[in-house]
């Protein structure tokens, strides 16, 4: 039996855009019937542990998802051989992941919006230093990039 695609969403802080990408790509793979691991985590380690945005929170309720629950964490070096893809929601962050890769890193590292045909190297637009619609903007992003994967994991 094959084995699960698994994915994880990186961003600086693990509080808003991963977290919404990560919600957005199991509610796709649901809908769907695809089987995926999802998880995320941030470069920083400035919000471990803590819920994210309340305004993330509020984006994803908006479209019938509770993440609530998720909590942030500092990527490890242990998800470099754990999933097979991690995804950079920005181009620093992509940076940063290839710059900490270990020797006997197995996932293929990339930009997220490279999935959506069109959006090849822009950036999730980060939402943490503007108002409640900046997350319905990211929300359309990370939708648009979990629609294009399981588009290609079916």
Known sequence: ??????ILFVCLGNICRSPLAEAALRDA?????????VDSAGTGAWHVGDPPDHRAQAEARRHGIDI?????????????????????????NLAEL????PADATAVVALLMDV????????????????DAGFAVTWGDVSAAAEAIVAGLR
Do not use: K, N, W
Not at 1 to 6: L, N
Not at 29 to 37: D, I, L, P, S, Y
Not at 69 to 92: N, W
Not at 116 to 131: I, L, S, T
């Open 1 to 6: 039996m094959p084995q699960t695609p698994s």
């Open 116 to 131: 959506v045909p069109g959006r090849e190297g822009q950036a999730v637009a980060d939402p943490y230093y503007g108002d």
């Open 68 to 92: 609530s629950g998720y909590r942030g964490r500092q990527v490890q070096a242990a998800d470099f051989r754990r999933f097979d893809h991690i995804y950079a929601l920005d181009r620093d």
């Open 98 to 101: 290839r710059r900490r890769a």
């Open 29 to 37: 793979a649901a809908r769907a019937g695809v089987a995926v691991e």
